[in-house]
Each structure stands twice: as structure tokens, then as C-alpha cells.
């Protein structure tokens, strides 16, 4: 709105890259519960309700839907989609070009170009839709596909000997 200042240019310990969209209600660049380097890439939208905790990393060109709430430490790399009302617990990672499915609990790692729903976040297949909408192609998928599978079945030989 008129009369807002954002900006590199300014002091302060929060660093929004260019281009971010922030919902209606965002408090942003204040004192919080942790005074430690906050940083936010380039051409994100963050919709309302959102929070993001302290030690966070984010890269560009995410999409953090209504009440994404992320825990301290969180590392969000690029392209990313979440849907509403979903948590991720702190240290955990996620993948480039994933999405997270509306109410979800996150308490791992989300691979690459993966979709992860459900009270419990499990793995549901790759982000076949995230990825057509940018321009990757069969090949890429295919690719991409093999390699999900053989993660899942590595992961799993582990749990078995556990």
C-alpha cells in the first residue's frame, strides 16, 4: 500500500529479494524470538497467514499459500508450491519444483520435483502438473521418475534392515 517501504537499502536484519508478493497482515522485518539472519529470494508470493521462522532460507519463484506455516531452520529451494494450511517442522528441506498438498504435516525432507500430502506428509509421486506448467519434458519426467523410484527403493532396503 502507499507509504510502504521495502528494500536492501534499509537496515534491519530481514532481506526480501525483488518482486515478492506478501498477503494482506504480514508483519515483516520486526524483533522476533530469534535475532539471527533471515533471507527471502526473489519473486515469491506469500499469502496471508503465513509464517516463517527464524534461520529460514528461501529461494525464488515459491508459492506459499494461505496459513504455510514454517518452522525455524526450514530450507525452501526454488519453485516450490504449497497449498493451504500445511506445516513443516523445523530442519527440514524442500526440494526444488515440489509441492506440498493442502493440510499437510511435514516432519522430513521433501525430494526434488516431488508431491507430499496427507496429516503425516508422505510421498505421493512426482509433481507431474508442477512440472509441466514449466516446460520440463517426457524425457525429463521419465528421468526424473527413475530416480524418485530408486530413492524410494534404497529407502526402503534401509527400513528393512533397521
Do not use: W
Amino acid at each position: 500500500m502507499p507509504g510502504a517501504v521495502v528494500g536492501d537499502h534499509l537496515p534491519g536484519r530481514t532481506v526480501l529479494g525483488r518482486s515478492n508478493v506478501i498477503g494482506h497482515h504480514a508483519v515483516i522485518g520486526v524483533k522476533c524470538q530469534d535475532l539471527k539472519y533471515k533471507v527471502i529470494g526473489d519473486n515469491n508470493l506469500i499469502m496471508g497467514s503465513c509464517h516463517i521462522a527464524h534461520d529460514c532460507k528461501i529461494g525464488n519463484n515459491n508459492i506459499f499459500a494461505n496459513s504455510t506455516l514454517l518452522a525455524g531452520h526450514v530450507v525452501v529451494e526454488d519453485y516450490t508450491h504449497t497449498a493451504g494450511a500445511i506445516v513443516v517442522h523445523q530442519f527440514c528441506h524442500i526440494g526444488s519444483f515440489s509441492f506440498v498438498g493442502g493440510g499437510s504435516v511435514v516432519s522430513q525432507d521433501v525430494p526434488k520435483y516431488t508431491m507430499v500430502a496427507g496429516e503425516r506428509a508422505e510421498l505421493r509421486g512426482l509433481n507431474l502438473e508442477g512440472l509441466r506448467r514449466h516446460e520440463f519434458t517426457a524425457t525429463e519426467v521419465g528421468i526424473n521418475r527413475t530416480f524418485i523410484l530408486m530413492a524410494l527403493v534404497k529407502l526402503t532396503d534401509n527400513l528393512l534392515l533397521m
